[in-house]
């Protein structure tokens, strides 16, 4: 199985979405959320992205509903989709729940939600990886 391809994607470009609702003046920063992830074992696993606001402007910046004329499948990030060509593939977060403006950039580690009252990434961090994870075995 390959890679790449090309495929026709169709939806709504996102600065066309921030014409009819601008940002504040102050807001540099969206951050896409998609909160239908599910981890290894089926539990929620909610990520995001963060985009710098001219990407998101970029004429061919994209919150996609179709894939080559048809709408959006589940496996292809149904029901809304970011295609941004200017930036690597892993930011073309599939299954958007929820877009956010900032002004300071979002941060978590590996874009994974960071819950808690510490500082974000170091403490998510901490809590996943300095610790021992023991796992249910499988036979």
């Known amino acids: 199985m390959n890679w790449s391809a090309i495929a026709w994607w169709g939806g709504l470009r996102f600065d066309d979405l921030l014409r009819a609702y601008p940002p504040m003046s102050q807001a540099k920063w969206v951050r896409l959320e998609s909160s239908v992830n599910r981890g290894p074992w089926g539990n929620p696993d ?45 930011k073309n977060i599939k299954a958007i ?25 170091r403490e998510h961090f901490n809590k996943i990886y300095r610790k021992p994870t023991f796992h249910p075995r499988t036979s």
């Open 46 to 90: 909610p990520y995001f992205v963060s985009l710098d606001l001219s990407t998101a402007r970029h004429p061919q910046t994209l919150l996609a509903t179709h894939l080559n004329g048809k709408p959006l499948t589940v496996e292809h990030g149904a029901p809304l989709r970011l295609v941004a060509p200017v930036k690597l593939g892993l």
């Open 97 to 121: 729940t929820r877009i956010n403006l900032y002004v300071r950039r979002a941060s978590g580690l590996l874009g994974k939600a960071c819950q808690g009252s510490g500082s974000g990434a």
